[in-house]
């Protein structure tokens, strides 16, 4: 991959709105934010702040109604570069773990072989190679979402996206995974953007990011 110089990602004037006419939802406005190689960021608010629709356009996984996403690092194209984790593990109940962490990898075209061999190395990373021939079923809460952020990191990606990666995981759990994305994140040099409600997994992260009634009121990354 050709190192390009600029943010990882960038977005100016940024909206969603959802619906029309009286049935519209204004999930976010006027959103202006830059996140760098490197940064480590918690995004915090109240539920139904906005949190989730900001991370999904970041990401690339929703287009804006108004304004503008870049991600200027990454050649402008987000797909296979970004990594997402979401509040469940979502694991795919027919596949085995291996198979699971290996997906976003053969969707993105790698080779079979290749991604199966970069999904063995993601869950040696975290601890987790003796889960490779389990179903997701055989798994606790915790050793799932672990599951899901081995799939997320198993494509090296330069940005990593965590949507309340913790919501359902005690804190032990949650202070494990946490601590797993930000380690992931200081040894890669990608960009880790966290939304939480957890005070204690906001305080890990040296940026936040405030969002209220769809705008990002407050930025310090």
């Known amino acids: 991959m050709t190192t390009i110089d600029g943010p990882v990602v960038e977005c100016r004037g940024l909206a969603r709105t959802y619906g029309r006419g009286t049935r519209a939802v204004v999930a976010v406005h006027g959103v202006g934010c830059v996140l760098e190689p490197g940064a480590q960021v918690a ?61 976003p990898s053969l969707i993105f075209g790698c080779p079979e072989a290749a991604a199966r061999s970069g999904a063995l190395d993601a869950l040696g990373t975290l601890g987790l190679g003796d889960l490779a021939d389990r179903l997701p079923d055989e798994l606790s809460g915790g050793q799932a979402q ?64 405030v969002m209220r009634d769809g705008a990002l009121r407050e930025a310090d990354s």
Not at 74 to 82: A, I, M, S, T, W
């Open 43 to 103: 995004v915090t608010g109240p539920s139904g702040s906005g949190k989730t629709t900001l991370l999904h356009l970041l990401a690339g996984l929703d287009r804006p109604t108004a304004g503008q996403v870049t991600w200027p690092a990454l050649d402008d194209e987000p797909r296979g570069k970004v990594a997402v984790v979401f509040q469940g593990p979502s694991l795919l109940p027919p596949l085995t773990v291996a198979e699971n962490v290996a997906l």
């Open 146 to 209: 672990r599951v899901a952020v081995a799939r997320a990191l198993a494509t090296r990606p330069r940005l990593i996206v965590a949507d309340e990666p913790t919501a359902h995981l005690d804190s032990a759990h949650a202070s494990q995974v946490i601590g797993l994305l930000s380690e992931v994140s200081a040894r890669t040099g990608a960009a880790l953007l966290v939304a939480t409600h957890d005070r204690a997994v906001a305080g890990r992260l040296p940026g936040r990011w």
